[in-house]
């Protein structure tokens, strides 16, 4: 069973932060990474929530600007192997779900490669659904 969902710091979130990265293929970078979340969670463009040591969740809050509203989306969802299918993913998803709607939002979002079948199956499970007759687009800088 996860362990208590609560905000995540700088200090605590680095370590596991690090780790996803590198399970993307990224170099660690401890300071740097420490650095970063610093800059992003005190300046409120990033919020993130920890289970214990065994996985974390980022979000990001957007104005809904047709419904004057928020939307809340979930940047980073990482489960350390060891812990993975014991309900870790699905709990800190329940509490972002729970603080958004808590906060009046209109929606959360998210998103994940079309092959990550079990990651899907989760997020079905708890209600998402996917949106058709979108394309993300990018330009890289």
Same mark, same amino acid.
């Given at each position: 069973?996860?362990?208590?969902? /609560? &905000?995540?710091?700088?200090?605590?979130?680095?370590?596991?932060?690090?780790?996803?990265?590198?399970?993307?293929?990224?170099?660690?970078?401890?300071?740097?990474?420490?650095?970063?979340?610093?800059?992003?969670?005190?300046?409120?463009?990033?919020? &993130?929530?920890?289970?214990?040591?065994?996985?974390?969740?980022?979000?990001?809050?957007?104005?809904?600007?047709?419904?004057?509203?928020?939307?809340? *989306?979930?940047?980073?969802?990482?489960?350390?192997?060891?812990?993975?299918?014991?309900?870790?993913?699905? /709990?800190?998803?329940?509490?972002?779900?729970?603080?958004?709607?808590?906060?009046?939002?209109?929606?959360? /979002?998210?998103?994940?490669?079309?092959?990550?079948?079990?990651?899907?199956?989760?997020?079905?499970?708890?209600?998402?659904?996917? *949106?058709?007759?979108?394309?993300?687009?990018?330009? /890289?800088?």
């Amino acid at each position: 069973m996860p362990s208590d969902i /609560s &905000a995540a710091t700088a200090a605590t979130l680095a370590p596991l932060f690090d780790e996803y990265r590198a399970h993307y293929g990224e170099t660690p970078f401890p300071a740097r990474t420490t650095a970063w979340l610093e800059t992003h969670l005190a300046a409120g463009r990033l919020t &993130a929530y920890t289970a214990g040591t065994e996985g974390f969740i980022t979000v990001t809050v957007q104005p809904a600007s047709l419904r004057l509203s928020t939307a809340w *989306v979930i940047r980073d969802l990482y489960v350390r192997p060891g812990h993975r299918r014991r309900g870790t993913a699905r /709990s800190l998803l329940t509490h972002v779900i729970t603080e958004a709607r808590a906060a009046g939002a209109l929606r959360v /979002s998210l998103q994940t490669e079309t092959d990550n079948a079990g990651a899907l199956a989760l997020y079905e499970s708890l209600g998402f659904y996917r *949106v058709t007759g979108l394309e993300l687009l990018n330009l /890289s800088l």
